[in-house]
């Protein structure tokens, strides 16, 4: 079946270090890879987005890495503060099945100050 | 801008039931899709609508349906509610149809259902 899946349910992470959030994907096909912050209470926030035609992206403290050969996407945070505390979710996109997104299960991230 | 806005953010049904869950897009944003967020299934899509027009549609039964106004904003009515509808729906706008469009997502409303 389709699924996109994260490897850790949480991730505890010391302030200003880095956090990586990894992702699998079991679709070879899919094109289109995007990264959400959600915090309690709220909708999820775009991160930042990769095409399947991209091995890396980089945004404001955070880059998303692609790797196809292995279906595999990680979102890494640069020096990481209490505000990134929220669950981080990835989603994939398919370009032959309109805007329906098909997301991974979430990774808690838990920043200690 | 004013962001995706989702009314009523909160709301307690019986089973049996039926709701209608309001939607207004990002100004001058023409796709709308649903999403059902739960502890144990996570994010699930619904259904899209672009133009007044369902373009997808996802594995729920029939008891979900949505519509599209002309001014894009969208509702979503679930009939014959049962407990297992209760979830966080979520809505979600981009500027068209296309598949790489950022979808930015409202607060969801909170759905309970006794």
């Known amino acids: 079946g389709e699924s996109v899946g994260l490897h850790l349910p949480t991730l505890s992470v010391q302030e200003g270090d880095n956090s990586i959030i990894n992702c699998a994907y079991s679709n070879s096909a899919s094109d289109y890879f995007i990264w959400y912050k959600q915090e309690s209470g709220k909708g999820p926030q775009f991160i930042i987005d990769i095409r399947s035609n991209m091995d890396k992206r980089q945004g404001q403290r955070v880059t998303v890495l692609l790797n196809k050969t292995v279906k595999h996407l990680s979102l890494q945070i640069a020096a990481t503060q209490p505000g990134d505390s929220a669950v981080y979710f990835c989603a994939e996109n398919r370009y032959n099945q309109g805007g329906k997104l098909i997301f991974g299960q979430g990774t808690e991230l838990s920043v200690k100050p | 801008k004013a962001g995706v806005t989702q009314t009523p953010r909160y709301l307690i049904k019986t089973r049996g039931q039926q709701v209608t869950l309001s939607c207004s897009p990002i100004?001058?944003?023409?796709?709308v899709s649903w999403y059902q967020q739960t502890p144990g299934q996570g994010l699930q899509f619904l259904f899209e609508y672009f133009s007044e027009t369902q373009r997808n549609k996802g594995n729920f039964p029939g008891r979900f349906s949505g519509r599209q106004f002309s001014n894009s904003r969208s509702e979503m009515n679930v009939s014959t509610l049962e407990l297992g509808d209760s979830a966080l729906y979520l809505c979600?706008?981009?500027?068209?149809?296309?598949?790489?469009?950022?979808?930015?997502f409202g607060p969801g409303t909170r759905l309970t259902v006794l």
């Open positions: 100004s001058g944003h023409r796709s």
């Open positions: 979600a706008s981009r500027f068209s149809g296309r598949v790489a469009d950022t979808q930015y």
